[in-house]
């Protein structure tokens, strides 16, 4: 598999930008076909080793249980949308498309595949959503907070090149 590519924008973003004019078409394609090459790469690592993709499965469904108990699921994918529309996450090509209800929530968890990705808790509270998350490796535990804008939306903070918002504090800083 190819190594991680943060840089990458979302479909989303692709499609905007192409509606906007500043692709064209064929770079348009070309773009939404390296997104495609990446989902069917780890479609076939599946397929080559079925038991750590069943465990993968497994424990992302039980992660977003334990979850579920205190936040609705609604809440949840809200928070993974404002995280894909932040300038430079760094996994938002993972959860582009969490806006889409028929997607189950233990898919866009990533708990022992690089990058790792799984919201460790959430508290709400007025007019913020407070998260810890594990990020791109199992030691790498940050806070984050969104903040809802005049529309009532979530939003992320902005990210910087290394993948860290200036408002995250670490778990070693806590």
């Known amino acids: ?18 509606e906007c004019g500043e692709l064209d078409r064929p770079e348009f394609q070309r773009l939404m076909a390296e997104h495609a090459r990446e989902i069917i790469e780890e479609i076939e690592e599946d397929y ?12 992302a469904v039980s992660a977003v249980k334990k979850l579920l108990r205190k936040q609705s699921a609604y809440r949840i994918r809200e928070v993974l949308i404002a995280l ?9 090509k993972y959860l582009w498309n969490a806006a889409h209800p028929d997607i189950p929530l233990h898919c866009f ?6 990058p790792v990705f799984r919201i460790l808790d959430m508290i709400s509270k007025s007019g913020r959503v407070e ?5 791109l490796t199992k030691k790498n535990h940050q806070r984050l907070t969104l903040q809802r804008n005049d529309s009532w939306q979530l939003v992320a903070p902005s990210f910087s090149a290394d993948g860290s918002p200036a408002s995250i504090k670490t778990s070693r800083d806590a």
């Open 109 to 114: 968890f990533r708990i022992r595949r690089e």
């Open 48 to 59: 080559r080793n079925p038991v750590a993709a069943w465990m993968e499965t497994r424990l």
């Open 131 to 135: 998260i810890e998350m594990e990020i």
């Open 84 to 92: 894909s529309e932040a300038p430079g996450f760094p996994l938002a």
């Open 1 to 18: 598999m190819k190594p991680y590519s943060p840089g990458m924008q979302t479909p989303r973003q692709l499609a905007k930008r192409f």
